[in-house]
Each structure stands twice: as C-alpha cells, then as structure tokens.
C-alpha cells in the first residue's frame, strides 16, 4: 500500500486565521484549518472550517500567498492577529 506524500506547509490543523484589520477577536471572523490533504493532481489543499460549520477547501499556494501579501491573518491567544 502506498502511503501519502505529506503537505510540506507552515499551515497546521487547528490554526486560526481572519482578515486584518477587524474584530479578528471575534470567533465569527475566524476561520480553522481542518485538514491539509493533496488533490488527484498532488497539489496541496487546505480545509478551513468556517464559523458556521461550513467548509472551504483552496490550495495551499493560494492560502500561504495571502498571509505573505497581508490578507489573511494568523489568530493568537485570545483572538489577537499576529504580524507575519
């Protein structure tokens, strides 16, 4: 049996993101990642799960460009955002 080629990203399960620059304090304004997997091509994908139990699977290129052009913003403690 094969195994799986592992995601290499600083994306982990768990860690929180929202946009900067808002309430990112607000659990509502925060998404989850919920599993880093690779697609039929072996492209990188992450899962956020949303706030209201929704999920929404992107690359994981597309999501690590966010956080470097200031988009997306890692959540620490206590709903603080994080410089990157």
Request: proline letters at 8%; glycine letters at 10%; charged letters at 20%.
């Amino acid at each position: 049996m094969a195994t799986a080629t592992p995601v290499r990203t600083f994306l982990a399960p768990g860690q929180r993101y929202a946009e900067p620059g808002g309430h990112t304090w607000r659990p509502d304004r925060q998404v989850t990642v919920a599993r880093l997997e690779r697609d039929r091509l072996g492209l990188a994908q992450v899962t956020f799960r949303c706030p209201n139990g929704d999920e929404l699977t992107l690359y994981a290129a597309q999501v690590e460009a966010a956080i470097a052009d200031g988009q997306l913003a890692p959540i620490v403690g206590h709903g603080q955002s994080a410089p990157c």
